[in-house]
């Protein structure tokens, strides 16, 4: 084992950026008054705030207004489906129809389960064993009702890369269509250019940021329902005290995300294909993940599908040997099968034992050698483990 832990869980989170942690901790000493205050000491941390939401902005080459601060990914996607829809609904007491692919995070797919339930129509649409969604799948889904396409940037679990900007042009010829985007896993990896999509959803914890914070962007023209009620902040959609400290780590994240997002990915490629190479050597392996660029080079997904064999029993003996792994999203990972892997293969020993590997600027080249290594020493201990079990079993019915 490694004297110290590998840590290849970076999708689902990432340490402070060391400028997001000196940010927030001169926020946290200074800026302590709550923003929404009448006094000196609350505008100054309201003006804080306006400033980063300004920042943000022009970073993202949107309106200051169009950004919501939220608690993270999961209530901005919420507020994104939820919102406008219920919003629609009560402006023109319809039944809405909505587009969102079988593979987006649990916190979008959730969401048009939910709706289903409230009698809203959803179509779920297939992926290929890529897993990229056809635009043409969207373009023939679309109906008269229907008010809200929703396909993520990049696949929380195998990092495939969806052709938002070919769905973007289907849908230019439908401006009461809106596009909603969930870019977690690419924003800082992938470019994105948000002036085709409507609304656009990020994470703090996932790009160097801080947990509990993350931003929904709302072109101004969107009708918003608010999820919750109480004060007025956030356009009146998102009520609750504004974490200061949050706001300007996010900020901070953002615009770091950014400045290095090429260097980062040219070195995440790198280890994208040493680990590639190594695990395309393993017999009977199966790698889920395409490669870049039809994939975002932080992400690599695998399976070892051999009867009795599951993720947890990998996640475990890969733990033993200090590497930190996971087999789907964190908000999804007591489930024991993807639902991502079975949508693109069909196949229960494939979902059932998928691993994903995530990759940071932090980790070596020496580490990813080590990895395979010790995949191919895992697969070869699970090899021999499924042979005596198929002898005590055979020795058991004689």
Same mark, same amino acid.
């Given at each position: 084992m490694m004297m110290n832990p590998l840590y290849l869980d970076y999708c689902a989170s990432t340490p402070l950026h060391p400028r997001v942690f000196q940010t927030m901790l001169d926020s946290a000493r200074h800026c302590y008054a709550n923003p929404s205050s009448v006094h000196d000491m609350g505008f100054k941390a309201r003006l804080r705030v306006e400033e980063s939401r300004e920042k943000i902005a022009r970073l993202l080459q949107v309106q200051p207004a169009e950004i919501i601060f939220t608690s993270g990914a999961t209530e901005s996607n919420n507020l994104a489906i939820l919102g406008v829809i219920?919003?629609?609904?009560?402006?023109?007491?319809?039944?809405?129809?909505?587009?969102?692919?079988?593979?987006?995070?649990?916190?979008? *797919? !959730? $969401?048009?389960? !939910?709706?289903?339930? !409230?009698? #809203?129509?959803?179509?779920?649409?297939?992926? %290929?064993? %890529? @897993?990229?969604?056809?635009?043409?799948?969207? &373009?023939?889904?679309?109906?008269? %009702?229907?008010?809200l396409v929703s396909v993520m940037h990049v696949n929380n679990e195998t990092g495939a890369v969806q052709p938002i900007g070919e769905i973007a042009e289907v849908l230019?010829?439908?401006?009461?269509?809106?596009?909603?985007?969930?870019?977690?896993?690419?924003? @800082?990896?992938?470019?994105?250019?948000?002036?085709?999509?409507?609304? *656009?959803?990020?994470? @703090?914890?996932?790009?160097? @940021?801080?947990k509990g914070i993350g931003l929904l962007v709302a072109k101004e023209y969107i009708e918003l329902e608010p999820l919750m009620y109480g004060g007025e902040q956030e356009q009146g959609v998102r009520p609750g005290t504004t974490n200061v400290p949050a706001v300007l780590g996010l900020t901070e994240a953002i615009a770091t995300a950014l400045e290095e997002r090429e260097e980062k990915a040219a070195y995440l490629t790198l280890l994208h294909k040493s680990a590639y190479s190594g695990l395309a050597a393993i017999p009977e392996l199966v790698i889920n993940s395409p490669e870049p660029p039809d994939s975002s080079p932080h992400i690599i997904n695998f399976s070892y599908p051999k009867k009795g064999v599951t993720s947890a029993m990998m996640i475990s003996m890969l733990?033993?040997?200090?590497?930190?792994?996971?087999?789907?999203?964190? $908000?999804?990972?007591? #489930? &024991? !099968?993807?639902?991502?892997?079975?949508?693109?293969?069909?196949?229960e020993a494939i979902s059932s034992s998928s691993i994903r590997l995530s990759f940071h600027e932090d980790v070596k080249l020496a580490d990813v050698e080590y990895l395979v290594a010790s995949i191919e020493q895992t697969v070869g201990e699970l090899k021999v483990k499924n042979k005596f079990d198929l002898l005590k079993k055979q020795l058991a019915h004689k």
């Open positions: 219920r919003a629609w609904m009560k402006k023109t007491g319809r039944t809405p129809h909505l587009i969102m692919s079988e593979i987006e995070h649990s916190s979008v *797919y !959730q $969401c048009g389960k !939910q709706l289903v339930e !409230q009698g #809203a129509e959803v179509s779920f649409l297939p992926v %290929n064993r %890529n @897993g990229t969604v056809d635009p043409t799948s969207v &373009k023939d889904a679309l109906q008269a %009702n229907t008010v230019r010829s439908m401006p009461d269509v809106l596009f909603h985007v969930d870019g977690v896993q690419g924003f @800082g990896k992938i470019p994105v250019e948000l002036e085709p999509i409507d609304l *656009y959803t990020l994470s @703090g914890h996932k790009i160097g @940021g801080p733990g033993k040997r200090g590497i930190m792994v996971s087999s789907q999203s964190a $908000c999804s990972s007591k #489930a &024991k !099968q993807s639902r991502v892997l079975m949508a693109m293969t069909q196949d």
